[in-house]
T-cell receptor, first 110, second 114 residues
Framework: QQQVKQSPQSLIVQKGGIPIINCAYE??????FPWYQQFPGKGPALLIA?????SEKKEGRFTISFNKSAKQFSLHIMDSQPGDSATYFC?????????FGAGTTVTVRA | NAGVTQTPKFQVLKTGQSMTLQCAQD?????MSWYRQDPGMGLRLIHY???????DQGEVPNGYNVSRSTTEDFPLRLLSAAPSQTSVYFC?????????????FGPGTRLTVT
């Protein structure tokens, strides 16, 4: 049973569009919520992370929105580019462990 | 720095065989973890270690053993391979100094069990 639920499974946008990926969790003991990006044949790499006492964080074209009361958080990719085509995983951290969502494959068409 | 390295990159085993997946990191990270990645299931934690000599089970530990005799190395042993263990295996490391959530992943080992 996954502790972090992620949707959608995949999405396709045109260049310049804003793909949005949503995640939900139940365990209030999670202390950090990172997003990882994975390209085919590679290991995941940390993209951006947020603490539960912050409602929004931006790094470049990537924005996390966090709703603590709803136990939900999302990733927005602004002005998406074909190079952003990858699989994105949300995760939640508790002590030394990460619990990952199932992943979203994002395709950005030129 | 090489970061996190894993060997082999690819492996094919027959049911019942045993093998060890190697993982090493040169960042002096205290924490190391093993995950398996299966389609539609994300990454699931197999075993993890918070320091040399200390290991613990993750979400899907059955059929796997680990040990951590040094800070750098964290091998994963498959005791008797089964087709259900066909997967991509990732090793990761992190440090409490920068945040356990910031994990550095190796390139993965693609394992097929026939």
């Amino acid at each position: 049973q996954q502790q972090v639920k992620q949707s959608p499974q995949s999405l396709i946008v045109q260049k310049g569009g804003i793909p949005i990926i949503n995640c939900a969790y139940e365990n209030t003991a999670f202390d950090y919520f990172p997003w990882y990006q994975q390209f085919p044949g590679k290991g995941p790499a940390l993209l951006i992370a947020i603490r539960p006492d912050v409602s929004e964080k931006k790094e470049g074209r990537f924005t996390i929105s966090f709703n603590k009361s709803a136990k939900q958080f999302s990733l927005h990719i602004m002005d998406s580019q074909p190079g952003d085509s990858a699989t994105y995983f949300c995760a939640a951290s508790n002590d030394y462990k990460l619990s990952f969502g199932a992943g979203t494959t994002v395709t950005v068409r030129a | 720095n090489a970061g996190v390295t894993q060997t082999p990159k690819f492996q094919v085993l027959k049911t019942g065989q045993s093998m060890t997946l190697q993982c090493a990191q040169d960042m002096n990270h205290e924490y190391m973890s093993w995950y398996r990645q299966d389609p539609g299931m994300g990454l699931r934690l197999i075993h993890y270690s918070v320091g040399a000599g200390i290991t613990d089970q993750g979400e899907v530990p059955n059929g796997y053993n680990v040990s951590r005799s040094t800070t750098e190395d964290f091998p994963l042993r498959l005791l008797s391979a089964a087709p259900s263990q066909t997967s991509v295996y990732f090793c990761a490391s992190s440090s409490p100094r920068t945040g356990a959530y910031e994990q550095y992943f190796g390139p993965g080992t693609r394992l097929t069990v026939t």
